[in-house]
Every structure is written in C-alpha cells, then in structure tokens.
C-alpha cells in the first residue's frame, strides 16, 4: 500500500513510519499543506493521511482543492487534536472518508487505512471505465474500442486502466511504474515496450489516436477534439 502522510509534527511522522513501513507500507510524507497537496496530486496513492491543522494551507483546503480541482477519489483519512462533532462534520463535509482523533492507536489506524483501501478498490473493480470510444471493465478483464475487442497483455491493460482513471490528466511516469510495479520497477525500457503494445493495439487501427506521451513527464489520454502523440 502506497499512503501519503500529510503532518507537520515529526515526532508523529517518525512514529508513522516505524509502525508502518515494517506492514509493509511504501509512505511518503510532507509537513505542510502546499506540498502535500502537490505530492497528492502528482503521485499514485492508494490512500492519504491529513492532518487537519498544517502551516499554510491547512488539511481541510487541502482536501477540498483534491476533491473539487482535481476531482482526485484517493481515500482521505483526517487526522485532528479536535473532538467535536462540529469538526467531524466539516472533515467529512469537504470530502474526507475518515476521521481519527489524536492521541490515537497505531493499530486503529492501519485497520482504518486498509479499509478505506478496501472500499475504494472494490468500489474501482466495479465501475465500467470509460472514455472517448474506449471502454474497460476491470471486473470482466475486458477493454473495447468502438465496439472492437482489445486484446492486451496483462500489463498494457493495467496502464490502460490506469490511464482511464486519470483522463484526461496525465499520469508520471514514476506513478505509472510504482502502480505497475511497485517500488522494484524493471529496467527503464519495461515501461517503454509496453506502452508500444498498447499503442499498438489502442491507436494503430483506428484513425484518432488517443494514448498520449508528454516527454520527460509521462502519459495520458487525450479527446477526439485534441488529438495528440
């Protein structure tokens, strides 16, 4: 599980990281809410943990802004010295999934962040994905290009999903290879040569080209009315 600590007390971070990391957690963290909000957004996190008051930018704009910009679905769990219902109401009101109260136990909190997860991916196998003329049911293991079947290997389908989750944003290259693989990517040219076969199969037999490449940045898909390789 990728999570994202949003916390500006390092004492809390550092005791995050001891009990996490060894569960089997890649995290990556930022004591303030500007730079979390970036890290979030450019990022693959299956969940994030937000402090709600943070320098600057507190967790509350915070998430607001993932939600309503970017229109970001990652599981939100608050995290806030505040106990009233007042303030639990307005986590939940601008979009967050769960809320915990500090001091808290480490153990509830990973119960927590592994159920949120667990929502949110059974709510993603689910969901037909769709854009443009392309079609994915992940539940199925199938994808469809105006009405023709794709047949794709196991890897171009995962970045096929990937990349419909997130379109029309585009989605780095880092984030591509860690949804992928994991914190143990191949060699650089995995990617590459995957990518090849889905464009291949995406693209090739159809006269607007979807699936593109934004040098040194990653990939995306775009619309009928912005094509683009």
């Known amino acids: ?6 916390e500006d007390n390092l004492d809390i971070t550092a005791n995050l990281y001891a009990f996490l ?3 089997g957690y890649a ?23 937000l402090d709600v008051m943070l320098p600057g930018m ?24 505040r106990d009233t219902v007042a303030d639990r109401v307005a986590g939940l009101d601008c979009g967050a999934d769960d809320y915990l109260v500090k001091p808290f136990s480490l153990k509830e909190l990973d119960a927590r962040l592994r159920a949120l997860v667990r929502r949110a991916k ?6 037909v994905l769709r ?15 105006a009405g023709v079947p794709l047949r794709l290997g196991p890897t171009a389908f995962a970045i096929l999903e990937t990349l ?16 992928l693989w994991g914190d143990a990517p191949p060699d650089s040219d995995a990617l590459r040569t995957h990518i090849h076969e889905l464009r291949q199969k995406l ?27």
């Open 27 to 49: 995290l990556d963290c930022a004591a303030n809410g500007s730079v979390g909000l970036e890290r979030a957004v450019e990022g693959a996190f299956d969940v994030i943990v």
């Open 1 to 6: 599980m990728h999570a994202l600590i949003v």
């Open 131 to 145: 854009w443009e003329d392309v079609e994915l049911d992940p539940a199925a293991h199938t994808a469809a290009r």
């Open 122 to 127: 059974g709510r993603q196998t689910r969901a």
């Open 58 to 81: 507190d967790g509350l704009a915070v998430c607001r802004a993932l939600r309503e910009r970017y229109a970001d679905p990652t599981p939100i769990l608050m995290l806030t010295a």
């Open 164 to 179: 419909l989750r997130a379109a029309p944003d585009v989605v780095p290259r880092a984030g591509l290879e860690r949804e």
């Open 21 to 23: 990391e060894p569960l």
């Open 203 to 229: 693209d090739k037999p159809f006269a607007v080209p979807l699936l593109k490449t934004v040098p040194h940045v990653g990939y995306g898909l775009v619309s009928h009315a912005r094509r683009s390789c």
